[in-house]
């Protein structure tokens, strides 16, 4: 609805004085309801800000009055990226009307900040491609493994097949093996589910390490015994109990199945504050190229491909449970060839 008693441009204000350009354009941008509004003439020079536009330029306005505003300036919506002085960014959604001022173009342009909003999207979309990617990793991780240990039991059923024991032995086994390799790929990919939400919930606890060390190594059974274990003598990390144990089995695991024995597994007192646990292998080490992604997600080294196992989350799983827990993982090659990785924890203040 238009109000019949509002005074045309260049008229006669309430209190009976003229009413000028720059009156005028005060009067425009009072009345928008957008947070940051600019008039800006025919040039692109701005004339007038209100003190919204001041806040989303982290200008004052004498700073803004008389500069060149910049961005094309076309009646619609757009989005455009405003440079702050500290040379941070901010997405702005603009949108541009265009009327005369005394019979000359004027141009006003209502800015609203959507930087969360488009930040919260792309962590949005990020989490879904995530998610997306995790699913695609697991139907193809799961999928060999299941179809072996079911053609494995069929054959263990069938009555009509005389299998000598050494075979069925042999059939048990294999599935004992797939089983344990599912589980660990769950056991990951529920890790880093977790992770994903955010930060992983710890709980720190002092923990003797060389009895944590050979609890770990009973869990991997028949591996253990290629492991060459050492630790300093009373040596106590103060660190989440499960999220240790996740960082060590994944190290341990990553050395099994990329490595060669024997592995060696050392725990020393670094300082008064940290303590180390490297993991090193006998093998042929990282390939140099293959470095700068070891740690990241789903990232699986030249052979890994090749062979279609793993997931290549194990060590990005470590690091991340590592700095979680207020330390890190990482890698090196190993003086004698192969890999080693190094987990700097925080230790237990002496008692």
Known sequence: MVDDHRPAPGGTAANGEPETGADDIRRVIVSATADGILAVDADGRILFCNPAAEELFDRPADELVG???????????????????????????????TALLEDDTLHVAALRDITRR???QQALEAALERQNVIVAVAAHQLHNPLATIG????????????????????????????IAHLQALVRKLLTAARIDVGTPHTVPEDIPVLPFLIERLGDVTEEAETVRLSCS???????????????????????????????????VARNQRWLEVSVCDHGDGVPDDFVPRLFERFSRG?????????????????????????????????????????LRLPRAPDR
């Not at 005389?162 to 042999?170: C, D, I, N, S």
């Not at 190290?251 to 024997?262: I, K, Y």
């Not at 989350?313 to 003086?335: C, F, I, Q, T």
């Open 67 to 97: 500069r060149d505003f910049g961005f094309p300036l076309v009646v619609g919506e757009t989005t455009i990226d405003l440079m702050l002085p500290d040379h941070s960014v901010r997405v702005v959604e603009m949108r541009v009307t």
């Open 118 to 120: 488009r930040r919260a």
């Open 151 to 178: 053609v494995l039991v069929d054959t263990l059923r069938d009555r009509r097949a005389a299998l000598p024991e050494q075979t069925r032995v042999e059939a048990m086994n294999r599935i004992a093996e797939r």
């Open 233 to 267: 003598p009373g040596l106590v990390a103060r660190v989440d109990r499960l999220a240790f144990a996740e960082m060590l089995t994944n190290c341990l695991e990553n050395a099994f199945t990329h490595g060669r024995p024997p592995v060696v597994t050392r725990a």
């Open 302 to 342: 030249p052979e890994m491909e090749r062979h279609g196992d793993g997931a290549g989350l194990g060590l990005w799983v470590a690091r991340a449970l590592a700095r979680a827990n207020g330390g890190d993982v990482s890698y090196e090659p190993a003086p004698h060839g192969g890999a080693c990785f190094r």
